[in-house]
């Protein structure tokens, strides 16, 4: 066998893993990997102009293609910028591997240039971490570290390389990788918890499927059978953030959204189903609201592939443990052994009509400013039939896009739900974009969002990504403005955007497009444009100051209590309210 | 406003992981990270070829948050087994303390007769100190100290409870 270099055995083994795009940034620590990287064009290395932004690009990519995102960043600050994307892959559970270079092994807790301690600061933000002493350990540990970033409930794993561990040479041959026993997930759920769950699915009366991002994780698969399973119940669906797409839009079976900015009738489906049935989401307290409010007359079933997810905040009745795409096709066959026919619900669908009457997505109409719902409407209208990559930033826009942009199907909408990471959309969009070269990608963004990663405006840029960016810039930090006017009597502490940049000028300065949206009349004719026009493109869409995202449960309280208009807003919070996030 | 608490139960967990580098930083930064209750930590190895330790922690919280650290434990990789000896039934919790009392005269003679009661023995003496070792459940390490307290105690080192099922099955 030969020797390799550490640096050498790391791009094979990558090469060996399928890898072809890495999103990183080049530094001290990891200057031979760099160097090795010289002589392997088939790995595409994308290199970004901040290191959170490799970690968001790798997540977009991981997102909208289902294969891990991979980051290369250098010790020390390379490394403490990656901490933010990486806590939001494991959030969101995103699979993704970051790799890290490290000071020399002689050096490490020396207080070194550039040291810091990666694995220490990392540990608690990655599924797993490791640091690698010597180069034979190498392609063990990152074959190991891409099986447990993509298998079960995947996240991201941290691989710490020393400097001088990346130059030693070790034997290397490209089979002689370790097979992986000592993460083994489950997959498929217990037999006779799934003959339970047909059970109670036969006997409900009122059964509502609230889907999660697990479904989207198990991959294309699971939505196919999520459809099947949602037709041969006859249940309504509703779903979490990070579930949208897994389930169309454009189904009579489809409530929208549920939570804190959800429906009206998926939050009342939930609090008057007999029977829950919950897929691939993990009870998060922007979706049950109050607790002890949560959907007080149902039994629930849970699947999900992480015990820990399950009795967190919810106390469920069956849970089963196992991949949620498998656990399904499981469920179907018992439910289809057992000769179920779907039942017409005839009541439960007929209250349902009637929360629907509410309308609760309305929003007011105006002639002279553009309201950013109807931004977000004219812009599903104008670009879903090409099925468009969504990615968001955080706040406002990102709820009102959750609400008004209609997804049919799974891995098209990328958004940062868990951590709420401001600046992720950008960077998310170009890695969603190298995923499908030939897709339409836009990232829906707020005027303050966008200015956290505004400069991979530059990335995007020099690999010639057609990416678009779509500004509701409504001169705010919109979300934190309507917590304050709806809970701190509108004192608008720190939530003005002063001193904004002239987008238009700074996109044009990056190469890139620049269209300013101020008219109404004017909104569909830009976003036209947006599309038709080559390249990427920046649109300024200045919408309406003080718009509010309805509707919304306000913090602590139940989801019967939803605000549904502006008219609802008391402006004042208690104590016990406010303590919430 | 003020803040709730909830009653807490004490449980003891013994749990399998791999014997690398970190591992017990990964466990204790989880229970500091997830605001859980460390009450002792023990943790050497246990296979023949050191591959393998052995952790035992005596935590507490209420039966919601105990299942939780089960859960959380059990999906750290490197974790093998977790295992609750509280709930699992009839165990053997034992720690071992080291005990030094100073002092002369009475005090010296029933801090001797004291430990002769306890079970513990001497390991070092001088003429003004002994150095009793004690092993046994932490309640009755907890009352022997309590005692030398009144008889000259100068110091205690305690080695954490290590606890094994009763009965021929391994855990």
Redesign the interface.
Known sequence: MAEKSGAEILVQTLLDLGVDTVFGYPGGAVLPIYDALYDHPKIKHILVRHEQAATHAAEGYARSTGKPGVVLVTSGPGATNAVTGITDALMDSIPMVVITGQVATNLIGSDAFQEADT??IT??CT??NY?VKTPSDLAGVLTEAFH?ATQGRPGPVVVDIPKNVQVAEAEFSSHNNLKNT??QPQIDGDFKAINEAAEMIMNANAPVLYTGGGIINSGPKASTILCELAALMGAPVTSTLMGLGAFPASSKQWLGMLGMHGTYEANMAMNRADLVVCLGARFDDRITGRIDAFSPNSQKIHVDI???S???TI?VDLPIIGDVGRVMEQLLAVLKGRKFTTPDYEEWWARIKGWRATNCLAYPESKTEIMPQEAIRKLWEATHEQSPIITTEVGQHQMWAAQHFDFEKPNKWLTSGGLGTMGYGLPAAIGAQLGDPDALVIDIAGEASIQMNIQELGTASQYRLPVKIFILNNEYMGMVRQWQELTYESRYSNSYSDSLPDFIKLAESYGWTGILIEDPADLEAGIKKMIETDGPVLVDCRVAKLANCFPMIPSGAAHTEMLLAPEDVKGTMD??AK?LV | ?HIKEEQVERHVLAVLV?NE??IL??IA??FT?RGYNIESLTVADISADHAISRITIATNGPP?VI??II??L?????V?SVRDLTEAGPHVQRELALVKVAGKGDNRIEAMRLADVYRARVVDATTESFVFEITGAPDKIQTFVGLMREVGLVEVGRTGVVAIGRGPDAA
């Open positions: 694995v220490g540990r608690h599924k797993h640091l447990i000592r993460y992480d015990r820990s399950v009795n967190k106390r104590d016990n303590a | 406003m791999d580098a970190g930083a990964r930064g989880m990270a919601h299942e939780q859960a959380q059990d999906r750290l990789v490197p093998h």
